[in-house]
T-cell receptor, first 115, second 115 residues
Framework: GDSVTQMEGPVTLSEEAFLTINCTYT??????LFWYVQYPGEGLQLLLK?????DKGSNKGFEATYRKETTSFHLEKGSVQVSDSAVYFC??????????????FGDGTTLTVKP | DTGVSQNPRHKITKRGQNVTFRCDPI?????LYWYRQTLGQGPEFLTY????????KSRLLSDRFSAERPKGSFSTLEIQRTEQGDSAMYLC?????????????FGSGTQLSVL
């Protein structure tokens, strides 16, 4: 079945540091890939997505590139801010079955950015 | 667009009792999903509806769990004869379209504690 593996946290960085959160996946079909973010006290919200190989999703200074050859979708940001402190979830949805509705999530990586 | 609303926010119950949660999706969203999340884990798919039809149900879902979306609008998730292992955050999400790779909009969840 489908699965998503994220680098374990927590990750603690100083403000303006470079961020990478690794994500690799296993899928039977041809998945779309997502990063969701959960800020303290809030629900999950979509950060970015990519639907085909070599696509780059980007939002709020975050980027991730869909790498089919390495089955990866690593999240990066060049300069983090305190306000980026949150839990980040990598996820996939598989379009192989049009009735298949589920998204498969990784276990999340907690990021803390210190001033 | 008032977002996905879930009630109650918290539910404490005794083992063996029945509980029911409600989810109001974003108006006119076709798909509605239920996920379960435990501490340190990512959301785990339970079931989803397209309009009023329940199209997929996780094989991990016990027959004590039942969900409905009677008029294709709000949904309820009922757990009968609760067990301590049912303690978790129950998340509802909705999406506008019917493709598997649509953006999910999550509610803030219902935290269930079974004593």
């Amino acid at each position: 079945g489908d699965s998503v593996t994220q680098m374990e946290g927590p990750v603690t960085l100083s403000e303006e540091a470079f961020l990478t959160i690794n994500c690799t996946y296993t899928a039977t079909g041809y998945p779309s890939l997502f990063w969701y973010v959960q800020y303290p006290g809030e629900g999950l919200q979509l950060l970015l997505k990519a639907t085909k190989a070599d696509d780059k999703g980007s939002n709020k200074g975050f980027e991730a590139t869909y790498r089919k050859e390495t089955t990866s979708f690593h999240l990066e940001k060049g300069s983090v801010q305190v306000s980026d402190s949150a839990v980040y979830f990598c996820a996939l949805s598989d379009l192989g079955d049009p009735n298949a509705g589920k998204s498969t999530f990784g276990d999340g990586t907690t990021l803390t950015v210190k001033p | 667009d008032t977002g996905v609303s879930q009630n109650p926010r918290h539910k404490i119950t005794k083992r063996g009792q029945n509980v029911t949660f409600r989810c109001d999706p974003i108006s006119e969203h076709n798909r509605l999903y239920w996920y379960r999340q435990t501490l340190g884990q990512g959301p785990e798919f339970l079931t989803y509806f397209q309009n009023e039809a329940q199209l997929e149900k996780s094989r991990l879902l016990s027959d004590r769990f039942s969900a409905e979306r009677p008029k294709g609008s709000f949904s309820t998730l009922e757990i009968q004869r609760t067990e301590q292992g049912d303690s978790a955050m129950y998340l509802c999400a909705s999406s506008l379209g019917t493709a598997s790779n649509e953006k999910l909009f999550f509610g803030s969840g219902t935290q269930l504690s079974v004593l």
